[in-house]
């Protein structure tokens, strides 16, 4: 028992030196060091006087709990922050209004419904930014409803508009009588009598507008985007395609614009 009890003694003290090597062992956190066997780095853990004089600050005054050069050094900081939030709102505003604006787009007349034909296009002008003059006007192109050709969902108006933007880089496309073509001679996109995407670089099909037949006139109203199936979309900017994953990556902005009545 006696030598068993000597084992257990010298494991103990090979494990120390093992673990500590020649310094002393630290005290258990159930047996606190004295008071008078603790170092000078056992007083950083005592809270300081909230007041300056007691902290031998040169210059305190009685009751004073800040330092001057705190308060100055809080001061500057404070101003500075203001200055830049001075420059920094308003540019941001500036950045991001637009983005949340929500324009009203009128219904506007492009001529009676006699004008046109369903086997060609007619270009009109409507005005699309007010405010700006002929800056805010833009072409599109105007022809009826044909039945045998035009099956997409939502054909409830007797006249289709279609935009003149290309879904490439937003240049103007040209409807060719003798090809029956949308043609943008800027990159060489092509699309077909509908609208539809045939070639070149453009992601989706030319853009439209709703349409509606009041008393014979022909009104123009907000536009839409479309894509390979002619299905509605918000509007879109070019470059967004709507096929596939593509109407997740480029969801519509705010700026989307609202229906009005004329």
């Known amino acids: 028992?006696?030598?068993?009890?000597?084992?257990?003694?010298?494991?103990?003290?090979?494990?120390?030196?093992?673990?500590?090597?020649?310094?002393?062992?630290?005290?258990?956190?159930?047996?606190?060091?004295?008071?008078?066997?603790?170092t000078v780095a056992d007083d950083r853990y005592k809270k300081s006087s909230p007041y300056t004089a007691d902290r031998g600050i040169p210059g305190a005054f009685e009751g004073e709990t800040v330092t001057r050069r705190r308060f100055m050094g809080a001061s500057t900081h404070a101003l500075g922050a203001v200055a830049a939030s001075a420059f920094a709102l308003p540019a941001l505003g500036f950045a991001l209004g637009p983005v949340f604006e929500r324009t009203k787009m009128p219904w506007q007349s492009v001529g009676p419904l006699d004008d046109f034909t369903k086997d060609t296009y007619v270009p009109r002008v409507i005005q699309i930014v007010s405010g700006i003059g002929e800056a805010g006007k833009t072409s599109v192109y105007v022809r009826l409803r044909n039945p045998e050709i035009d099956t997409e969902e939502g054909g409830e108006s007797a006249a289709i508009v279609i935009s003149t933007r290309c879904n490439h880089l937003g240049c103007p496309v040209r409807f060719t009588q003798a090809a029956g073509k949308f043609i943008c001679p800027c990159h060489g996109g092509v699309y077909d009598f509908r609208g539809l995407r045939e070639g070149g670089p453009p992601v989706r099909p030319l853009d439209r507008f709703y349409t509606r037949v009041e008393n014979g006139e022909v009104f123009v109203g907000p536009r839409y985007s479309v894509n390979s199936e002619l299905r509605?979309?918000?509007p879109r900017d070019p470059g967004e395609p709507l096929d596939g994953i593509g109407q997740y990556m480029y969801p519509a902005r705010f700026s989307t614009p609202e229906k009005a009545g004329r």
């Open 232 to 234: 509605r979309f918000s």
């Open 1 to 38: 028992m006696r030598l068993h009890t000597r084992t257990r003694a010298a494991v103990r003290r090979f494990i120390h030196r093992w673990r500590y090597g020649s310094r002393p062992r630290p005290a258990s956190p159930s047996r606190p060091i004295p008071a008078e066997k603790r």
